[in-house]
């Protein structure tokens, strides 16, 4: 498997897209922290573009490259190699060139310019959702093998989590404005790994108030698993 993972990485590192998308977020990235003075604000800029930028990238080159693919995974499947071996190959390949990709846009900018704790938890949102939406793109590639059904269907995944689930939560909200929501919100955004990772960085920013009921229930719970933790450990 680390044979083939090689293969395909050195052939992903090479696309034009992928060094683009590196180029991009590193431009972005740059901008954003010498336009304000303030790392608040601009890491606060660089979540509404990581939002959006990174799991459309994520879903999109990693279905296209899935069916670009389609002769070579044929070429290793005559072979005598597991299936789930040539599969687990792509799938690692593409996460470990978007990581890179990420960690160099976005990473090597943040740490130079706001190393900080919000910083951090920047990369780890992103790369947690690089890793969601290759996985969702890998799941809507080997649903069809008709490429522009399985760009649809990754696209779908895409629209439904950036911007029909919000919608669909705030419609819940307000027809059940009269209950309390809060566990019932806590529980619904926890579906969603975009809006897991938005109230990751914002609490962390410490600008939860701004977020409302939920912002502050999702502090309040994080403090009592911080304190639990923190108690099971000195015991």
């Known amino acids: 498997m680390i044979k083939i993972t090689k293969y395909v990485l ?62 070579f995974i044929e070429l290793m499947v005559a072979q005598p190699i597991n299936r789930r071996v040539i599969f687990m190959s792509e799938f690692f390949a593409v996460t470990i060139a978007l990581s890179l990709a990420y960690l160099v846009g976005i990473g090597l900018p943040v740490m130079l310019l706001n190393a900080s704790t919000s910083s951090f938890f920047l990369l780890l949102a992103g790369l947690l959702l690089t890793w969601v939406f290759i996985s969702l793109a890998f799941s809507a590639s080997v649903s069809t093998r008709d490429k522009a059904k399985g760009i649809g269907i990754a696209l779908l995944f895409w629209i439904y989590f950036s911007l029909i689930y919000d919608g669909f939560l705030l419609y819940i909200i307000y027809a059940f404005s009269d209950y309390p929501l809060e566990k019932v919100t806590l529980a619904l955004i926890a579906l969603n790994p975009v809006d897991l990772a938005r109230i990751i960085i914002l609490l962390k920013l410490d600008i939860s108030a701004l977020m409302g009921y939920t912002g502050a229930f999702y502090k309040s719970f994080l403090e009592v698993v911080r304190e639990l933790s923190f108690h099971f450990r000195s015991c």
């Open 10 to 71: 050195y052939d992903i590192v090479r696309n034009r897209f992928v060094i683009l998308y590196t180029v991009f977020l590193l431009i972005t990235s740059f901008t954003l922290f010498s336009l304000d003075s303030d790392p608040g604000k601009a890491t606060l800029s660089l979540l509404n573009i990581i939002l959006m930028v990174v799991p459309l990238v994520s879903i999109i080159f990693t279905t296209i490259h899935f069916f670009n693919s389609y002769e």
